[in-house]
Structures are given as C-alpha cells and as structure tokens.
C-alpha cells in the first residue's frame, strides 16, 4: 500500500492505543490459567493474530468481540505454531512449547527466523533439546527442565520473557543469572508485573530471578493499558508544531518507552547525546525528529539493527532522501538537523515504525511511502486516526 501524505499540522483529541507488549503478556497469561479470563484492549495487528495463533496451538479456546477478548485457559502439547512475523511470539513461545516433551515446529517469516534465536540455541545444548533452523522454521523436540540459567543482559529481553512465563510451571524451581547489565529492563518489569497480576511468585535479588516451580495461574480480568511506544509517534507531531492531546497514558506506567516525553523534549531544544539501548522501539521516531530539529547522536543502536528492519540503515536511506545527512556506526548514529521535500518515494522497509515516523516527517514536507501495509503488524488504524488529527492522506493499492 502507497499512502500520499500532504503537508499539515496535527490537531487535536486522541486516545492511546493499547499496549501491544501488555497485551501479549496478558494473552499468554490468560492461556496458561486453568480457567475463564477476560482481556480487554486487545487490537486485531498482526502481531496480536499471530500470539493468538500460538494460543489456540496450545489447545485454548478463544473469542474475540471487538476489543475484548475471553479466554478459557489450561494449555495441552502443541504441535504446529504460525508466529508470522512476531519476534515477541517466537520468542515467548518457544520455552512454553517445551514445558511438554514436545515435538513441534515454528513458523515465520524469513526475516523472523533470521533475527537470532543463539541464546535459546545456547540454552537447548545445556538441556539436550534438538532443533534444527531453516529460513522459515524451527523444529523442536524436547523437554524444558529446571535449571540455573545464565543469560546475557545486552540481548533482547524477550528471552528473559519466555523463561518467566514457563520455568513456573516446571516441577522443580529455576534461576535465571543476567550475567551482563539488563538493558531492556522495562519490559522485564511488565512481564514481572503481569506475572504477580495472575498469581505467579518470582523473587528477584540484584541481576537473579528466583522462580519456584509447580505453581499455578490463576484467571483474571484486566484491561490492557495505553501504549507508551506507539504513542510516542502521535506525540511526535508537538515536537514539529503541532497541537495533539493523546489521551489515556497511564502517568506512573512502568513501560520503558514512556521516557520519549523527556526524550523529545531534548531534541526539541537541543542537540542531545541519547542511549537508545533500552528504548530502541523509540529509535525511528527520535531519528525522525532529530532530523527535522537540530539533530541528535545516539548511542546503543546495535539492538536496532536486528528489529523487523535493519532500523539504522532503513532511517539513514530515507532520511538521506530527505536530504539529512546520517553517518552511522557499530553502535552509535549522528543524525544532522534539517530536511527537504523528497524528490521520489519514501519506502517502509516492511517495518511498522519506519513506516509511522516517516509519516511523521512528511506532514513537514509532503511525500509519498511505499509499504505502509506495515503498520497492521501493531497499529493497523494509524493512519485512520492521524487523519482525524487533520492529516490529509491519499491512500494507493
């Protein structure tokens, strides 16, 4: 899909998005329950389909009606999971399919398969798990048994992640030892948080998580709250002038990307030094507003380059046809202040957030984007609700 997008300024009322990082723990959550629960909040992205698609592999039932979603937990061996193109599904998955001596296999995109999964591979070797990787599959045949786990902290914490939700319902008790410093914490936090929500005990002692097994789930109902990191994209329109309300964040949120309201505020007035390494999801929208201020470095963009895109050669090939200069390095981007009118298309790179901080800046300078299907994978009606701030967009294929 080609979406044509004309100057203007954002204006006015718009409420958060859900939370797709809640939103997955919670699904999860509710399928490993022995019992009925309720999510309400839940966004049919793609991303959300393909956890519910590993849900119902696990034999729970489910029903969607709008928002909400009832699930009537107690999970069995699955065999056959289709994650389409969600890291975070891959990845929570993997360690819950083996809490059964299992043989199944997982299925993605090639660009999915190839994101890394070695701290997993690492981890099957210990554990004398078989696997075998091909570009679109991972065949699994094993058994996940208690164990001391050491992790590196510098890796996404989606790892981390997997091993919480299952290592509980094991029959012996497990500790997982980040051996480096944990760089996705947040994100920790919410699992942690969600975890204690459904009954779930895990004691934490400096870089140690202390899981006990044999424990139970137990069925709630909930409400997913706003989404810190797509929000950051509507926000983004009042660093470049405009006037937008984004309405149902929650204030004292433990989500790591809530710090975009005081890392647009730096960018806005300055020409800041940021680390990106615990907040990389925020790396497209402060490039994006980097160049359309006075600029930016940022440090810890190693982790961008392993997301749906390579984020840090997507945004410096784009920003470049806005006429940006943005020298990149293993770990560390300058994005120069100032852009043009693009003299040909923008392009998405499949990658949801490219896709919306371009379209951030285009509202600047006018353009067209190629590949914005993308932003189904979490936010399917952005545009929907950009253009009820007063964008005008023209939407193509």
């Known amino acids: ?19 797709k990082s809640y939103a997955h723990r919670l699904l999860i959550a509710s399928a490993l329950a022995n019992g009925k629960s309720r999510i309400e909040g839940i966004v049919s992205s793609s991303d959300m389909k393909a956890t ?10 489910l029903e969607q009606r709008d928002r909400v979603v009832s699930v009537n937990g107690g999970i069995r061996k699955g065999t056959s999971f289709d994650c389409l193109e969600s890291g975070s599904t891959l990845r929570f998955f993997i360690p819950i399919s083996l809490i059964f001596d299992t043989e199944c296999t997982f299925f993605g995109t090639e660009r999915l398969m190839s994101r890394g999964l070695d701290v997993y591979f690492d981890l099957f070797k210990e554990q004398g798990i078989e696997y075998k990787l091909e570009k679109t599959s991972l065949y699994l045949k094993g058994k996940l ?19 919480l939700f299952a290592l509980p319902l094991l029959d012996g008790d497990s500790t997982i030892e980040i051996i480096t410093r944990l760089e996705s914490e947040p994100y920790v936090d919410i699992t942690l948080e969600v ?7 895990i004691q934490r002692k400096n870089n140690s998580f202390y899981i006990k097994g044999n424990q139970s789930y137990l069925p709630q109902s909930t409400v997913v709250e706003g989404d810190a990191s797509n929000s950051a994209f509507l926000d983004a329109f009042n660093v470049i002038g405009g006037e937008v309300s984004v309405l149902g964040l929650n204030e004292s949120t433990i989500q790591g990307d809530y710090v975009y309201k005081s890392l647009f505020e730096q960018i806005k007035n300055s020409t800041p030094k940021i680390d990106l390494s615990s907040c ?7 490039f994006a507003l980097a160049s359309a201020c006075n600029g930016a470095t940022f440090t810890g963009v190693k982790r961008l380059r392993i997301k749906e895109s390579d984020r840090c050669e997507a945004m410096a090939s784009e920003l470049r046809k806005l006429g940006c200069k943005v020298e990149l390095f293993e770990n560390e981007a300058i994005v120069s202040g100032g852009i043009t009118p693009p003299t040909e ?5 499949n ?5 919306m901080a371009l379209t951030v800046l285009c509202t600047i300078t006018g353009g067209t984007i ?8 979490s936010y399917p009606g952005f545009f929907e609700d950009i253009a009820g701030l007063g964008i005008q967009i023209e939407k193509r294929g």
């Open 351 to 355: 990658d949801h957030r490219i896709v």
């Open 145 to 163: 048994r208690p164990a001391h786990f050491k992790i590196r902290g510098d890796i996404s914490s989606q790892f981390i992640t997997g091993l």
């Open 280 to 286: 990389p999801d925020l790396g497209p929208v402060c």
């Open 1 to 19: 899909m080609e979406v044509k997008i004309q100057r203007a300024k954002a204006i006015g009322q718009i409420s958060a998005p859900p939370s």
């Open 370 to 377: 190629q590949g914005c299907e993308a932003v189904n994978k």
């Open 345 to 349: 298309p923008l392009y998405g790179h």
């Open 52 to 61: 519910i698609n590993c849900i119902r592999a696990l034999g729970v039932s």
């Open 195 to 201: 975890l204690s929500r459904f009954g779930i005990e």
